[in-house]
């Protein structure tokens, strides 16, 4: 049985349990894919930064902050979607 069938008044204790778990597990989600954007970031600037005259750790260094705006980015798509599908889980019938 899926939640969308069923009525929020009839949900169990372990129902609302369940919502709330993956709620959780969804931000908890979004902070990694966070933790790892600035990781890319730091060690993207870090190279530029500490290696200027090295053409190849300037190379590296520009990949790693794209790097870390593609998981940035793909993060918050990520987390934004489960959202928004868990919100629609949680309507009654018919107002999705």
Do not use: C
């Not at 009525?7 to 993956?22: C, E, I, K, N, V």
């Amino acid at each position: 049985m899926y939640y969308a069938e069923l009525d929020p008044s009839q949900m169990t204790l372990r129902d609302h349990l369940a919502r709330d778990r993956t709620v959780l597990a969804n931000e908890r989600t979004l902070l990694a894919y966070l933790r790892t954007a600035i990781g890319l970031f730091a060690a993207g600037g870090t190279l530029m930064k500490v290696f200027p005259d090295n053409p190849t750790l300037n190379v590296l260094g520009v990949v790693a902050l794209l790097l870390g705006g593609m998981v940035l980015f793909i993060g918050l798509w990520r987390f934004f979607h489960v959202a928004r599908q868990m919100r629609r889980l949680r309507l009654p019938k018919g107002k999705a």
